[in-house]
Nanobody, 120 residues
Framework: VQLVESGGGLVQAGGSLRLSCAFSGQTASYYAMGWFRQAPGKERESVAAISWNGDNTHYADSVKERFTISRDNAKNTVYLQMNSLKPGDTAMYYC??????????????WGQGTQVTVSS
């Protein structure tokens, strides 16, 4: 399974970005997908997760009501819509495939990351 993120960039506080993660591999659509982020000097943290068929989603408390995770298995893509962005959301964002969880160790495959920077 290969994962490639895109959509990061620089945005002002209050703005929006949509991250995309293109996944490939014969069994990729059967994996749960997660978004994680890591800011400089901080540990990697779970942002959101979605089950293989999209029926279940989970969000970190810090992003609830602002971020939305979705997937389109026909397009082999998972998305993270980020609204009302805050400077505290600044981090490298990673897409991962694995078992439906907020625990990074349960994810087997990782993308290279896309940088999100939110200016105040």
């Amino acid at each position: 399974v290969q994962l490639v993120e895109s959509g990061g960039g620089l945005v002002q506080a209050g703005g929006s970005l949509r991250l995309s993660c293109a996944f490939s591999g014969q069994t990729a659509s059967y994996y749960a997908m997660g978004w994680f982020r890591q800011a400089p000097g901080k540990e990697r943290e779970s942002v959101a997760a979605i089950s293989w068929n999209g029926d279940n989603t989970h969000y970190a408390d810090s992003v609830k009501e602002r971020f939305t995770i979705s997937r389109d298995n026909a397009k082999n893509t998972v998305y993270l819509q980020m609204n009302s962005l805050k400077p505290g959301d600044t981090a490298m964002y990673y897409c991962a495939a694995g078992r439906y969880s907020s625990i990074s160790e349960w994810y087997n495959y990782w993308g290279q990351g896309t940088q999100v920077t939110v200016s105040s």
